[in-house]
């Protein structure tokens, strides 16, 4: 089709189009598989599976609003007594198991040099870039695990199918070494923030591992960050909030998401033009709600941009997530003191004090408690904070 130039002041072209379909996209379309889309999800167990040719067990897609062209995730049925086929990319992979157990092989261009290692339900793995893996299912039942993968931007980065899934490229000391695959519990503080931090490729049970104290999302919140060194692209944290008890209301760029892991919970989330307080102001009906349980995923910051949203424990247990964030980020600011998470708005950070948030979102929160009989257990002295104003590069902010 030629192109025609407008003439005097008519705008060319349309003003309102479709998006395009980006090359991930394409690639799940012929995958022929069910894509679920929204900001969320109660549990997996709840999605639809089809036959999977490519993989050889069943599956669907998971793409939520906010995570576009970031990361793409995927739930997977290993069939019992039976295996996945083996596969090879460029991207990144990392899974968690929901049920059963098995084996997973992993190898470079010579399968007679296989690195094999034991998981069961509640294991957090890694696969290396590029590495030929597969995983066994060891028992009479499916096994059900959620992927997650940096496969988006790789495809737009490399738009060539061949490129990705048939290079035989091997990562250096990715296949060839058998402490790749070793849990191991030691942590660190992180470089930049100080707060905990474990060098692992294998977390053999997320559910029990142990979380230090952290209370920077909220009092006696808990958190460690599993730093993957197959994992360069995404990254993340587990978390954990005591039952009866919630996070600090915050924003931050769209790109993240939890995935619930122990206890019962759910999330809120509207837009930041709304304000602190959207009940107060009149916009409830503008707040997003997404509730689940061991198994589901919600979307942190769905729209495509950094939406107020906060996290809710109501059940009978603490509440423990997974949180996923995808993007390169970083770079430019070296030397620079910036706010971290937990530095409230009136400091000059992103979270909204307990003291300053609407008082509905408390009152909520008490009422969901009562329908599981679970205490509230929100200590007093977090609503009493006061801001400190510090001093960053010479200028005192939040004043």
Not at 10 to 38: D, I, M, Q, S
Not at 120 to 129: D, E, K, L, T
Not at 138 to 148: D, E, M, N, R
Not at 241 to 260: D, E, M, Q, S
């Amino acid at each position: 089709m030629a192109y025609t130039e407008p003439t005097g002041f008519t705008k060319a072209g349309n003003l309102w189009y479709p998006a395009l379909a980006t090359e991930y996209e394409k690639f799940v379309e012929e995958e022929g598989l069910p894509t679920l889309g929204g900001t969320g999800v109660r549990d997996i167990r709840d999605i639809e599976l089809s036959p999977w040719k490519r993989m050889g067990g069943k599956g669907a897609y998971i793409q939520f609003d906010g995570t576009q062209g970031l990361f793409g995730m995927y739930v997977v049925e290993v069939p019992p007594g039976g295996a996945l086929n083996a596969e090879r990319h460029l991207y990144e992979e990392m899974f968690i198991a929901f049920e059963g157990r098995g084996t997973a092989e992993v190898w470079g261009n010579d399968e007679d040099k296989k690195l094999t290692f034991e998981w069961g339900q509640g294991s957090h793995f890694a696969m290396p870039p590029n590495a030929w893996h597969r995983l066994v299912n060891a028992t009479s039942q499916p096994c059900l695990l959620l992927a997650i993968t940096n496969a988006p931007p790789i495809m737009k980065f490399f738009p060539n199918r061949r490129f990705v899934f048939e290079n035989d490229f091997v990562y250096p000391d990715s296949v060839d070494n058998a402490e790749h695959f070793k849990a191991n519990e030691d942590m660190e503080p992180l470089p930049d923030s100080g707060r905990a931090m474990i060098r692992t490729n294998l977390i053999p049970d997320i559910i029990h591992t142990y979380l230090p104290n952290d209370n920077h999302r909220g009092p006696g919140s808990r958190r460690v960050v599993p730093v993957m060194s197959s994992i360069n692209y995404m990254n993340g944290f587990i978390t954990q909030f005591p039952n009866g008890r919630y996070a600090k209301g915050h924003w931050h760029a769209a790109g993240a998401v939890l995935i619930c892991l122990t206890g019962r919970g759910y999330s809120f989330s509207w837009p930041r033009a709304l304000g602190t307080h959207p009940w107060s102001d009149g916009h409830a009906d503008k707040v997003m709600r997404q509730d689940y349980q061991p198994g589901g995923i919600v979307s942190a910051s769905p729209g495509g941009v950094g939406n107020y949203h906060q996290h809710f424990s109501t059940g009978n247990e603490p509440l423990r997530m997974r949180a996923i964030l995808g993007g390169l980020g970083g770079g430019g600011r070296v030397g620079k003191l910036v706010p971290g998470v937990g530095v409230n708005m009136d400091e000059g950070g992103s979270a909204i004090g307990l003291y300053a948030q609407d008082p509905e979102l408390d009152q909520i929160f008490r009422r969901e408690l009562e329908k599981t009989g679970t205490p509230y257990d929100m200590p007093a002295e977090g609503y009493e904070e006061q801001p400190d104003h510090p001093e960053i590069d010479g200028v005192t902010v939040g004043v």
